[in-house]
Each structure stands twice: as C-alpha cells, then as structure tokens.
C-alpha cells in the first residue's frame, strides 16, 4: 500500500542522504518513527539516525513520533511547509520528545536539491 504514497519514494531518497552524510546522523542522534496517511493508504516508517537506518515499519525504539499526511510530508521534506504551523493546526502531530523533532529540518535540509552545493 505504500508505493502510492510520495513519502515513499522521499524515505528511499533518506536512507541515500543518512548513509552518505554520517554527520548528520551523529549530530541529531535519535530514533525517529513516522505515521504517514495519505489518500490512497497508510505507511509506517522507522528514521533510526543511531545505526543509520531508515526502513519501512515501525520503532520500538522511537524516541519521537510523528503523525502527518503524505502530503504535508512532502511540503516539509522540501521545506515548501513549515513544520511549526502544521503543528499549529493540527496537521502534524508529535509524540515523545518535541525538541527531537525541531531537529529534523537538518535532515530535510539535506535532502533537498540545493543541499549538494550547501555546507551542512
């Protein structure tokens, strides 16, 4: 059900950026578990930035969840959104520890075109 979702293809482009800068892996440290919800389905996704590992399915070890669309996702991911007023409106919802969460524009930041000439 989760190849429909554009999030999927954004998670695959995430495990490439986290195993090709360990930088930025060592410097957010934590494990993060998304609940994505689209129109055509639903996908769980594990962000472990610990061991390196972004896969399909969730965390036992989450130490910040995150509910949003797939939709929104990607406006964060490509830093269209901003996460503070998805949060605001109720579109994005976090579990566990929020300043995790704040975190994770270093990693959408990496993610986007521009970042391949950008210092991280």
Same mark, same amino acid.
């Given at each position: ?31 993060? +578990?998304?609940?994505?919800? /689209? #129109? =055509?389905? $639903? *996908?769980?996704? %594990?962000? @472990?930035?610990?061991? +390196?590992?972004?896969?399909? /399915? #969730? =965390?036992? $070890? *989450?130490?910040? %969840?995150? @509910? ?9 991911? =490509? ?42």
């Amino acid at each position: 059900m989760a190849a429909a979702l554009a999030s999927t293809e954004i998670f695959k482009t995430l495990a490439t950026v986290v195993k090709e800068k360990p930088e930025i892996s060592k410097k957010i440290n934590a494990v993060y +578990q998304f609940n994505v919800k /689209g #129109a =055509s389905g $639903s *996908a769980v996704w %594990t962000v @472990d930035l610990k061991n +390196q590992v972004v896969k399909e /399915g #969730a =965390s036992s $070890s *989450a130490e910040c %969840t995150i @509910d949003v669309s797939d939709d929104d996702f990607a406006g964060l991911t =490509s830093q269209k959104l901003n996460a503070q007023t998805l949060f605001m409106q109720g579109k994005l919802k976090v579990k566990g520890n929020m300043m995790l969460a704040m975190k994770l524009e270093t990693l959408f930041k990496a993610n986007t075109p521009s970042a391949a000439t950008s210092k991280l």
